[in-house]
Nanobody
Framework: QVQLVESGGGLVQAGGSLRLSCAASGRTAGSFSSYPMGWFRQAPGKEREFVCAITWSGGRTYYPDSVKGRFTISRDRAKNTVYLQTNSLKPEDTAVYYC?????????????????????WGQGTQVTVSS
């Protein structure tokens, strides 16, 4: 079982930046390094929204237009940690941010944008952007 713990959220003014982290722990945390990873977010009253994804090796990333050029996903496989650097934040970026692991995508070069396709989730970290 892989446990994911997000951190780094907070309150920031529009135009500011935050760096979110997602650390894997647990008896099988090492398996985390072979899974594609994704970040999602959910604002009150809205569906969970895909933010970005990274392949298991970290060699490729994928972003929707809403965050492209502002957000960067990366991973340190040795530390079992995935990061989300968020820049030029806007009030509409306000949400709870979740990281997720795609167990079925192990060692595959895939980008899944549907949250139903992810197997492990963290508890989320709140990002609030004030105008």
């Amino acid at each position: 079982q892989v446990q994911l713990v997000e951190s780094g959220g907070g309150l920031v003014q529009a135009g500011g930046s935050l760096r979110l982290s997602c650390a894997a722990s647990g008896r099988t945390a090492g398996s985390f390094s072979s899974y594609p990873m994704g970040w999602f977010r959910q604002a009150p009253g809205k569906e969970r929204e895909f933010v970005c994804a990274i392949t298991w090796s970290g060699g490729r990333t994928y972003y929707p237009d809403s965050v492209k050029g502002r957000f960067t996903i990366s991973r340190d496989r040795a530390k079992n940690t995935v990061y989300l650097q968020t820049n030029s934040l806007k009030p509409e970026d306000t949400a709870v941010y979740y990281c997720a692991a795609d167990r079925a995508g192990e060692y595959k070069v895939v980008f899944r944008t549907d949250y139903h396709d992810y197997d492990y989730w963290g508890q989320g970290t709140q990002v609030t952007v004030s105008s």
